[in-house]
DNA sequence: TATTGTTATACTCTATAACTATA
DNA sequence: TATAGTTATAGAGTATAACAATA
């Protein structure tokens, strides 16, 4: 009774927003699975869109792990067929990541499985579902 | 120019704020290495609120992954002094989980950081702040 | 018979450090 | 000197299957 405990809207903003993407972290590895694909190949994968080649490098900065982790995530995919390294012209350091044919096919069915809204956003009101996507936006669009 | 590619508002925002989470992804894990704890420990340990024990067999359940994992999370938890077994009183096959005092004070600082908003959402209007918490209640509401 | 938790197994992810080939 | 990518390593997470104790 002594503390009043008030949180700020944009703590408990982020604290539910935790929440809501947290519990559907089972059924998101359970997608990728689905494709025979662990969660972060399937992070990876999402990530290549399809007509745009991107250094390993990048890739590892957007998936927040260390490069040296890259290399293998990379070669699981590439053994499959679903992702190719090619050859930079500028710089020969570098490996360019492509999607392949069959790898463009899989992250489209992928994407459009992981980006189906759960329930709890399913089941807002079309008023509150365009609310949320507008806020969302203003945040991330810098 | 053949498809008009109308993306539903749930969709999009659901869209919107995988991309959020996952852009902060590697802050959390690095809020939760502040304390020498893998991102699975600082999670569990999230869970594990002072005072409300709870059965192995529930931890599983809210850090979605299978029962046999969390023996192993545990065991590292418990090693440390953060977490300890309990037996239940009324069914002898469950353990209850439960924060030692070292527990509750780590877990504390560990929260304090990780429900920090990041800066997208520290940066929207104060209106913008209150409509994200206000909608996103509404959706865990159940 | 079903459930809770453990163990064994094989695979993936993880950061670190050391290496190569480039720049 | 610095950077892109690889390799080696050790530790952690992961599901599956088999098991013991209990219900």
Redesign the interface.
């Known amino acids: 009774m002594s503390k009043t405990e008030t949180i ?16 559907h ?2 059924t998101i ?1 359970a997608t990728a699975a689905e494709h025979d694909l662990s969660p972060m190949q399937a ?1 990876a994968l999402r990530r290549l869109e399809p007509g745009r080649p991107l250094p390993m490098n990048e890739l590892a900065d ?1 998936l ?2 260390d490069a040296s982790n890259v290399t293998g995530i990379v070669d699981r995919l590439e053994v499959r067929g679903l992702v190719e390294r090619r050859a930079d012209e500028r710089d020969r350091r570098v490996r360019n990541l492509a999607v392949t044919a069959e790898g463009a096919a899989v992250r489209e069915d992928l994407l459009r499985r ?5 329930a ?5 009101s ?1 008023t ?6 507008d ?6 669009e810098r």
């Open positions: 700020a809207p944009a703590q408990e903003a982020w604290m539910l927003l935790l929440d809501l993407v947290g519990s972290r089972a590895v992070f957007v927040g792990c992981m980006h189906t809204p759960p709890e956003i399913a089941a807002l079309p509150d579902q365009r609310r949320l996507r806020v969302l936006r203003h945040a991330l």
